[in-house]
């Protein structure tokens, strides 16, 4: 039984601040010369996702848009404002962090879900799925080190896709592995689409974003200017055209 | 313990059981890739302190007027305490900034990078003490009261190494001198310990130093568990208590506002 306005994630003047800092600072620094440059990254943005929606967030860079998906994700806390996130958030963000070398791809199943949030107990269910997922084979009792780059990426996939997220969220550069993954985590993620799954993207790809969401939010300087269907698209980009459906 | 726990409408429970999840699986993690490609594995965590004792137990009673009873035996629960104590406390401290492809990757709960490490080491520490019993059965110096100075000193110091790892761990990240701070002074917080001295060989008028210092109780605890040397005196207790309590709830507190903002300065 859903419910069509259920809150999946409400966002309340959310300002962020980030201190510039071109080296790292020292604790001598700190305190002889305490310069303050400072750069809002999101200024007092309030924004409500409800379940199931599709939304795209576009800008240009430097806009907030990737500030915004980890205030979203909770991997950082904004300056000032209220997050209320209802379920469990996922993102697809850097997929192949997070592994340790030295264990092996099972082992690292494991470590990668818990700290996606998943028990131990869903892991153990889920287990044969993400290994089949992820198409490893015999390298799955090989440690991490041993992997080329694109099976540590669809291992991240994997895991991440298999952690049954209520909220997804997407970064651009989502090209996992060769073709015939690609198609199959296209697959996965358009299930996911078609599902009452919350989805989150933020591509400069616009074409991805028309195919696959139904809200669309521009983003200029740490602000919402525009929230709406996807007519938002041809104003915010004159030279697109929406690609013909096939 | 939730440090720096999302708000999911979950019930509590279910996020102190993650906790709980995440931190053994973290920690089963150290303790298989520390020692992965090494011939001794664990092995090393016994090596280490018996060379250190072997040294020192040669060397250093030409300095001392009165010896101090099994002199071997007291030199190696104070090097192995101490390795326990330094050995975590050095890898904690730069945990976070190491494990910067985690925090930027999810919001897990901040606080099981550090702790994992610590224990790892203390799996290490107590297997250690387990084979160290056998030549202290040996000397029978073992009596039933030694259970309680041995886990009270025990709980002292995972105590006190968590405290002092999670503030360290928290500050380094937008202040990397801690770090090297923290490694300068391992080194002469060792000589501050009685490890290769005891307590009753310290003039009086200087004993204040040691009651700043938790680990005098600590180590002594444990000198009095396995071998029945001294205990430490109440004051002593007392003092070294209230440090520990001070330093892990300011630990706590600091990891706890600093951990949201983690991602900001790696």
């Given amino acids: 039984m859903k419910q069509p306005a259920a809150i999946a994630i409400q966002l309340t003047d959310i300002r962020k601040k980030y201190q510039i800092h071109h080296e790292k600072p020292t604790l001598v620094e700190k305190f002889i010369k305490d310069h303050n440059e400072t750069f809002w990254a999101l200024k007092k943005l309030t924004l409500t996702v409800h379940k199931g929606e599709k939304i795209g967030i576009i800008g240009r860079n430097g806009s907030g848009k990737t500030t915004l998906l980890k205030i979203m994700a909770g991997i950082t806390a904004p300056t000032s404002g209220r997050v209320q996130t209802y379920g469990r958030v996922v993102s697809l963000i850097d997929l192949e962090a997070g592994f340790h070398a030295d264990l092996t791809g099972y082992q690292n199943i494991y470590l990668n879900g818990m700290l996606l949030g998943m028990s131990r107990r869903e892991i153990e269910a889920k287990i044969k799925d993400i290994i089949a997922f992820a198409d490893l084979k015999q390298f799955i009792d090989a440690p991490l080190f041993t992997y080329s780059s694109g099976m540590a990426l669809r291992l991240g996939f994997a895991v991440a896709v298999h952690a049954e997220p209520d909220i997804l969220l997407l970064d651009e550069n989502l090209s996992a592995g060769d073709a015939n993954f690609r198609i199959k985590a296209r697959r996965k993620l358009q299930e996911f689409f078609r599902e009452e799954k919350t989805i989150i993207v933020v591509t400069h790809y616009l074409d991805f974003i028309a195919e696959t969401c139904d809200r669309i939010i521009h983003i200029k300087n740490g602000a919402v200017v525009r929230d709406g269907g996807l007519e938002i698209l041809s104003q915010y980009d004159p030279d697109w055209k929406r690609p013909q459906k096939k | ?266």
């Fill in chain 2, 1 to 266: 313990m939730l440090i720096c726990g999302m708000s999911y409408n979950t019930p509590m429970n279910h996020e102190l059981r993650h906790y709980i999840e995440l931190l053994t699986s973290m920690t089963h993690k150290e303790l298989t890739a520390r020692y992965k490609h090494t011939v001794f594995g664990f092995l090393w965590i016994f090596i280490n302190p018996l060379l250190q004792m072997i040294v020192i137990g040669f060397i250093f009673p030409f300095f001392i007027k009165e010896a101090i009873p099994h002199y071997y035996l007291y030199l190696f629960i104070g090097l192995l305490t101490w390795n326990f104590f330094s050995l975590s406390l050095s890898k904690s401290c730069a945990s976070i900034v190491n494990e910067r492809s985690l925090i930027k990757k999810a919001a897990f709960p901040r606080s099981v990078i550090p702790i994992s490490i610590i224990f790892s080491n203390l799996t290490n520490y107590l297997i250690a003490f387990g084979l160290f019993l056998i030549p202290i059965l040996l000397v029978n110096t073992l009596t039933i009261y030694s259970v309680f100075s041995f886990f009270g000193g025990l709980i002292m110091l995972v105590t006190f190494i968590i405290g002092i790892s999670l503030l360290t761990s928290a500050l380094n990240v937008r202040f990397r001198d801690i770090n090297f701070f923290v490694q300068a002074m391992l080194i002469i917080w060792f000589y501050a310990t009685p490890i290769i001295y005891s307590l009753s060989q310290i003039p009086d008028r200087l004993s204040w130093i040691w009651r700043l210092n938790p680990l005098t109780s600590i180590l002594q605890l444990m000198q009095h568990a396995l071998i029945g040397s001294a205990l430490p005196d109440i004051t002593m207790l007392t003092s070294n208590s209230l440090i520990i309590a001070a330093i892990t709830i300011f630990g706590i507190l600091i990891f706890r506002e600093e951990s949201k903002n983690f991602d900001d300065w790696l």
